[in-house]
């Protein structure tokens, strides 16, 4: 497998304020990251509505910029949507689309989120494609299952485009819980997608597979350290600067 630098993502999900932002943003330059943590790319992802304060406080960083969704639409009648042409006018790179939070509390399918990632990628954002099984899907051996579907998706509508996302496998049972999957078990499915996507591409070694579900400081290194886990999507600890960049410098 080729060597890539780790992405570390900070998905703020609703919090913030502007205040919040500014202090937490000036953590993270306090931190350095591009002297401390050389051997990863960061960004966050902000709340739409501070996209444009975060964007224009990092301009010029090492930290690049994202968002929570993105709208399959490119304009048009969609009240209450975002498209890719407005998110890129802000200096995003970066999408997040199918969070378990999008898929569960607004019911977004399979499909609408691959339609979301062809619209990320038509607009020059790179799509980081979430994926992850429920408690119940877990105990019923279902993983593999769930998030191949989950992912299959995706290539099945990208085609060879498949090769410029993201992946990030989030364990429901793992997101602010507390709970984690153990190195052992996320690494496990992170080389079955990693199996899934050499199907579908020769480039699969080169595409970053995130892990997210309650990743800390204290288990970032043993978790960034498994072969087919190429940093991490963070929640959580993202709202806290000095656990961001413990992370960030854990990759």
């Known amino acids: 497998m080729s060597v890539m630098k780790k992405l570390v993502v900070g998905n703020w999900k609703m919090h913030g304020s502007r205040a919040f932002n500014a202090e937490l943003i000036q953590g993270l330059l306090v931190a350095d990251l591009a002297t401390t943590a050389p051997n990863a790319d960061v960004a966050v992802c902000p709340p739409f509505v501070f996209l444009a304060d975060v964007a224009d406080a990092l301009q010029g960083t090492a930290i690049a ?3 929570q969704d993105i709208s399959a639409q490119t304009q048009g009648a969609y009240t209450g949507e975002v498209a890719g042409p407005m998110i890129r006018e802000f200096g995003a790179t970066y999408a997040i689309v199918g969070h378990s939070e999008r898929r569960s509390y607004h019911g977004e399918s399979d499909q609408l989120v ?25 105990e019923a051996n279902q993983t593999e ?12 509508t990208l085609g060879a485009d498949i090769a410029r996302v993201v992946v990030a496998y989030e364990p429901v049972w793992a997101i602010g819980t507390g709970k984690t999957a153990s190195p052992a078990q996320a690494q496990a499915v992170h080389a079955g997608l990693r ?7 020769s480039s699969a070694a080169d595409i970053p597979l995130l892990y ?6 204290d288990n970032a290194v043993e978790l960034f350290s498994q072969p087919d886990i190429n940093g ?12 961001f960049a413990a992370i960030a410098r854990a990759a």
């Open 114 to 138: 691959a339609d979301k990632a062809k619209a990320a990628l038509a607009h020059g954002l790179v799509p980081i494609v979430c994926v992850g099984e429920t408690l119940a899907e877990r």
């Open 145 to 156: 299952a769930v998030v191949g579907r989950q992912l299959q998706a995706v290539i099945d």
């Open 212 to 217: 997210g579900g309650s990743v800390k400081p």
């Open 232 to 243: 991490g999507l963070i929640g959580g600890a993202a709202l806290k600067a000095a656990d």
């Open 65 to 67: 910029v994202g968002t």
């Open 195 to 201: 199996a899934q996507l050499a199907q579908a591409t």
